[in-house]
């Protein structure tokens, strides 16, 4: 349950961006698939398989977050959009003090 109600409340977030209308349908009809989850009896809940629940997720949250940064790359006017892509990147020891990291996609960092 404690699962559920933790992709419950990411799914929630997500929602509250801005997104195009086919991601935010997306993800709405994932927010009644987890709700509708939470109302199962014991046992049923006790069956969920929880990987097959969270890959949907992961999908739509990677995708939400893509559009977010990207339409923050298009508000700074920034023309290289590839140097917001820092997913693996090893940041231990690194100064950022006064490093813009809006937009970055830290990922796996």
């Known amino acids: 349950m404690e699962q559920l109600y933790e992709m419950i409340a990411y799914v ?17 009809v994932q927010l009644e698939q987890l709700q509708r989850a939470t109302e199962l009896e014991a046992d049923a809940l006790l069956a969920i398989d929880i990987p097959n ?8 949250l990677l995708e939400t977050s893509e559009q977010i940064r990207q339409s923050l790359i298009v508000k700074m006017k920034e023309k290289n959009a590839r140097k ?10 690194k100064n950022l003090k006064r490093k813009d990291l809006r937009a970055t996609n830290l990922r796996g960092a």
């Open 53 to 60: 629940y969270r890959l949907p997720v992961n999908i739509l």
């Open 12 to 28: 929630a977030e997500a929602l509250s961006h801005k997104v195009d209308s086919s991601l935010f349908n997306k993800l709405r």
């Open 84 to 93: 917001y892509d820092n997913r693996g990147v090893d940041w231990m020891g």
